[in-house]
T-cell receptor
Framework: ETGVTQSPTHLIKTRGQQVTLRCSSQ?????VSWYQQALGQGPQFIFQ???????GRGNFPPRFSGLQFPNYSSELNVNALELDDSALYLC?????????????FGPGTRLTVL | AQSVAQPEDQVNVAEGNPLTVKCTYS??????LFWYVQYPNRGLQFLLK??????LVKGSYGFEAEFNKSQTSFHLKKPSALVSDSALYFC???????????????FGKGTKLSVIP
């Protein structure tokens, strides 16, 4: 098991609501990346945070936003939830932002939007 | 743009037999390649990565992967499969020229490995 933790484990929301997911990075890691994994698909990159700033973003709308705190933990916020947002949300931490850094994943948060 | 293809949705292998899970990639520059495994209702576990050097990379739990630049492939292998290896396997790539910033990972759709006792 990695030292990356995520909360909550499961979450059920309705369309239009807002949700916040949380991630604690592994000790010694200063970079957090978020991914969305739809059923039967591979993870898709949402964004990455480094030194409390967004450091790159995938093809996701602005209603997906995030934060990183001084202790390197992170939040993913999703506004105006849509049915298609139902997925496993994975957080990954790494030592840095270089291309050779390995990302270590947490167990994920399963979000269901009704 | 970088991309990964895992041509097999499912691979079945008998326990004790060698296994191969296939992966091909497309990048602009030199690739950085990763394999992860996902057990049901769990996150992804890192198995191994290729950055540079020896084309045969050894990883966790007896897995290894062979990098072939001419065929743009990075197949995952294990000499003798265990029932406990049954899981979902993801290949991922990061491009040398992803641009400044995140060096995001791009994943394939995954291959379900079933090891039959």
């Amino acid at each position: 098991e990695t030292g990356v933790t995520q909360s909550p484990t499961h979450l059920i929301k309705t369309r239009g609501q807002q949700v916040t997911l949380r991630c604690s990075s592994q000790s010694g890691h200063n970079t957090v990346s978020w991914y969305q994994q739809a059923l039967g698909q591979g993870p898709q990159f949402i964004f990455q945070y480094y030194r409390e700033e967004e450091n790159g973003r995938g093809n996701f709308p602005p209603r997906f936003s995030g934060l990183q705190f001084p202790n390197y933990s992170s939040e993913l916020n999703v506004n105006a939830l849509e049915l298609d947002d139902s997925a496993l949300y994975l957080c990954a931490s790494s030592r840095g932002t270089t291309r050779t850094d390995t990302q270590y994943f947490g167990p994920g948060t399963r979000l269901t939007v009704l | 743009a970088q991309s990964v293809a895992q041509p097999e949705d499912q691979v079945n292998v008998a326990e004790g037999n060698p296994l191969t899970v296939k992966c091909t990639y497309s990048v602009s520059g030199n690739p950085y390649l990763f394999w992860y495994v996902q057990y049901p209702n769990r996150g992804l576990q890192f198995l191994l990565k290729y950055i540079t050097g020896d084309n045969l990379v050894k990883g966790s739990y007896g897995f290894e992967a062979e990098f072939n630049k001419s065929q743009t492939s990075f197949h995952l292998k294990k000499p003798s499969a265990l029932v406990s290896d049954s899981a979902l396997y993801f290949c991922a790539v990061r491009d040398q020229y992803s641009g400044a910033g995140s060096y995001q990972l791009t994943f394939g759709k995954g291959t379900k490995l079933s090891v039959i006792p």
